[in-house]
């Protein structure tokens, strides 16, 4: 049950575009698609921003975009916005009602 | 609306024992896989536990296994995670989440309890 590997941290100007990786195994991120990831501010809890590899919830910004490929999932930030500032996780499903989170990435506009 | 609010949180020595609660509401709670989640000071995220909707099947992880038990009443609509032989690296914030409804995703959180085990 290894966690997930994430950059430590990511940076990007406002308006600009940033992605951070997630990186798993065969049994995990490359074996389903049930990627998700997970945007939370300080002193709350995390919140849903991606789902299922690629899809948003409602009320989530298109500025926010999933992908994968293999064992890597990738999470896109374009059009960088202060309140982007966060850290982030990627989250996989393992099988047998398990998941693997990575250990997460603090996202600075600068 | 779905609400998930934990309780039970608070200070204990190693070799405690606590028992958290996460009330749900605003959701069939039977038709759901629940998880409990934590997040250690400063850390990242880490997977506890799982349960079935029916509480008949339990997963935890390795971290835990054979002193952390997750259960469920589904009359009342609350999940509960009962820690034993408490170790300061439990110390976390707990959250209880939802699992999506088809797929395998957890999409709603609660605000998290904080347990924090210390001598």
């Known amino acids: 049950q290894s966690a997930l590997t994430q950059p430590r941290s990511v940076s990007g100007s406002p308006g600009q575009s940033v992605t951070i990786s997630c990186t798993g195994t065969s049994s995990d991120v490359g074996d389903y698609n049930y990627v998700s990831w997970y945007q939370q501010h300080p002193g709350k809890a995390p919140k849903l921003m991606i789902y299922?590899?690629?899809k948003r919830p409602s009320g989530v910004p298109d500025r926010f975009s999933g992908s994968k490929s293999g064992n890597t999932a990738s999470l896109t930030i374009s059009g960088l916005q202060a309140e982007d500032e966060a850290d982030y996780y990627c989250?996989?499903?393992?099988?047998?009602?398990?998941?693997?989170f990575g250990g997460g990435t603090k996202l600075t506009v600068l | 609306e779905v609400q998930l609010l934990e309780s039970g949180g608070g200070l204990g020595q190693p070799g405690d024992s606590l028992r958290l609660s996460c009330a749900a509401s605003g959701l069939t709670f039977s038709s759901y896989v629940m998880t409990w989640v934590r997040q250690a000071p400063g850390k990242g995220l880490e997977w506890v536990s799982g349960?079935?909707?029916?509480?008949?099947?339990?997963y935890y992880a390795d971290s835990v296994r054979g002193r952390f038990t997750i259960s469920r009443d589904n009359s009342k609509n609350t999940l509960y995670l009962q820690m034993n032989s408490l170790r300061v690296d439990d110390t976390a914030v707990y959250y209880c989440a939802k699992k999506m409804g088809s797929n395998w995703n957890l999409d709603y959180w609660g605000q998290g309890t904080l347990v924090t085990v210390s001598s």
């Open positions: 989250c996989s499903y393992a099988g047998s009602y398990t998941w693997l």
């Open positions: 299922d590899v690629t």
């Open positions: 349960i079935s909707p029916s509480g008949g099947t339990t």
